[in-house]
C-alpha cells in the first residue's frame, strides 16, 4: 500500500532533474513511496533523463510523459500526475527544485497521521537566485503552527509556501473545471485544500527553492495582457468558489491587476483599452486620492488635455 506518492513536475529542466529525483531517492521513510515525474513534452533532454531513472529504479520511479504540453504552465501536466498517484498522501517538487533533509517525507506524513484536521502540512525552504542574489529563507520567525483560508486571502497576493516544502492529503478526486484554466497551481490548491482543514507548518528548512529563468515563476509576466487576465479570472472563481465570503478583499485584489493592465505592452497605444481597465481598477480598488488622480491622468485624459494641463501646472514656475 503506498503512503506518499511524491509529484517532480517538469518542463525543459535537463540541468536540474537528476538533483530532483536523486533527493526523492534519497528519502528514509518507514512506508512505501513512489516516485512519478510529470514531463510537459520537453526537448531538451529532460524525458530521456526521466526514461534512465525509470530504467534504474524499475516501479519506484515513474515518468508520465505526455504526449504534447499540456500548457496552463504546468497546470494540467500536475493534475494528470496527480490522476495516478496511489498514495495516501502525496507531496510536490518543481524539477529545478530539490529537498534537503532525507527525512522530510516522514516528518510530513508523521504530522499528518497526527493531525487528521489538516489537509495540508508544509515546512520552511531556502530560496536560490541564479543571478547571484543573495539566498535567504522563505519563512521567518513569526509563522504559526496552523493557517486556515483567512490567512490564505488579502488584497495583495499572498505567498508563503514553496511548492516543494507542501504535502497533501490525496482527497480531492476531481479538482473544479476553474482550476484547470488557472496558470498558477499553488493558489488555487492551497484554498481548495483549506477549505478541507487546516494547513500545519513545520519549521525545519527541508527544501530549496530555486529561482531561475527556466522555472516556472519566470513566466509570470506582469506587462502581458493574458498572464493578466488569467489571474483575474483566477480570483474571481477563488471568490466564487468561497461563496464570496471575502469579496470585499478579493474585489481589491483583482483591481491590483487590473491597475498592471493598465501598462501591458499590449495597450501602450491604446487610449481607450487603458481607459476601461482604469475605470474597472477605480471602480473595484477605490484607491485614496493620490493614487486616483495618477492614473485619471496618466489614463484617462487623453493626451492633448494632459499635455495642456501640464503647461498649465508649470506656468507659475515660468514667469
Known sequence: MIKVSVLIITYNQRKFIRKAIDSALAQQTTFPVEI???????????????????????????????????????????LETLRLAKGEYYALMDGDDYWTDSLKLQKQVDFLDAHPECSTVFHNALITYEDGTPSH??????????????????????????????????????????????????IPRLILKAKLGKIGYIPDVMSVYRKNRGGASYADNYYDETFLRNRIQMYRDINRELDFKYDRVLRRNIARYYRMMLDAKQYKKSYFRRAYYALKYLHLGRPQWDKTKVVIRDYLLPAPISKLYSKIRLLPYQQ
Open 137 to 186: 529563507l522563505v519563512n521567518g520567525d513569526d509563522m504559526k503552527p496552523f493557517y486556515t483560508v483567512d490567512d490564505l486571502i488579502g488584497e495583495d497576493e499572498i505567498w508563503f509556501m514553496a511548492t516543494s516544502s507542501t504535502m497533501y492529503r490525496n482527497n480531492i478526486k476531481e479538482y473544479p473545471a476553474w482550476f484547470r484554466e488557472s496558470s498558477s497551481g499553488d
Open 36 to 78: 512519478l515525474v510529470g514531463d510537459d513534452f520537453s526537448s531538451d533532454g529532460t524525458r530521456e533523463i526521466i526514461q534512465e531513472y525509470e530504467r534504474l529504479y524499475p516501479n519506484q520511479v515513474i515518468g508520465v510523459l505526455h504526449p504534447r504540453n499540456m500548457g496552463k504552465n504546468g497546470g494540467i501536466n500536475f
